[in-house]
């Protein structure tokens, strides 16, 4: 009588794949990536550090009926959308300049989904620097009105909407520039500077003013601080955000999916 002997399957014997990690916890690893780094931590304090300095201004120096909330509130937009997009600019390109990238795709081969995750991140950093600003607006309303200010709290709705609008904007159009150039200078310098020199041509040159209107984001993000906006107004925004948000981000996407990791 002869016995047979079967041969494990090679199947019975292989681990499960590890559960693939989840958009929410992508998003939080690249949250506390975003205050990891020196540069960083350095920045986030720099635009809260701004934002309080900007109303202690106002305390001391504007006139007792301009202090009131929306006018506390207003001027702390301005600072932080310059500095909140360089904090998306780290956040994309970090993974390149300090050659993190290798572990971060092996971990995550899917770069889509990190992509996705840091999108996310800055979007919900951005959200809470308004939050920032009305805390920082309340601070100092609460104070004017106990030091003979105005210190009245009207304040219209549609100007929070458009302030949130007005700062992910911001933070997704340096994001873009991240993407598209992948080195942290060039992409700070790129999105410092190229708006600026567009926008300085469109007023020196009379045939590009036409132009500028659609085209200048200084132009066109401007209404996004008033509580209403046109629909006009809305058509010129949406032009220029096709330029200057739109297209690095989408051109930066195709160039971060297909760049080999070394």
């Known amino acids: 009588m002869s016995t047979t002997t079967t041969a494990p ?13 989840s958009l929410v916890r992508l998003t939080g690893v690249e949250l506390r990536k975003l205050v990891d780094t020196r540069a960083g931590l350095w920045l986030l304090i720099t635009i809260g550090l701004l934002a309080a300095a900007i109303v202690v201004v106002q305390l001391v120096w504007a006139p007792d009926a301009e202090q009131d909330f929306a006018n506390f509130f207003l001027p702390t937009l301005l600072p ?7 904090l998306g600019i780290l956040s994309v390109t970090g993974e390149w300049s300090q050659r993190t990238a290798l572990t971060t795709f092996a971990l995550v081969p899917r770069r889509g989904r990190v992509i996705a995750a840091k999108l996310a991140a800055t979007v919900l950093a951005a959200l ?53 150039l992948l ?80």
């Open 9 to 21: 399957s090679a199947t019975a014997h292989r681990r499960p794949d590890p559960p693939r990690p």
């Open 80 to 86: 932080v959308g310059v500095l909140l997009p360089v």
């Open 128 to 180: 809470a620097s308004v939050l920032v600003g009305l805390a920082v607006a309340a601070v100092g309303t609460l104070v004017a009105g106990a030091t003979g200010g105005a210190g009245t709290w009207r304040f219209e709705g549609t100007l929070l909407l458009h302030a949130a609008l007005f700062q992910v904007i911001n933070v997704l159009m340096g994001v873009g520039f991240g993407l598209l």
């Open 183 to 262: 080195n942290t200078p060039l992409a700070i310098v790129g999105y410092l500077v190229l708006p600026i020199i567009w926008s300085v041509l469109g007023g020196m040159i009379r045939s590009l003013s036409g132009p500028a209107g659609w085209l200048d984001t200084a132009r066109t993000m401007e209404p996004l601080l008033t509580p209403d906006v046109t629909a006009g107004q809305w058509a010129r925004l949406g032009v220029s955000l096709l330029v200057w948000l739109v297209a690095p981000l989408v051109a930066g996407l195709i160039r971060t999916l297909r760049r080999e990791v070394s």
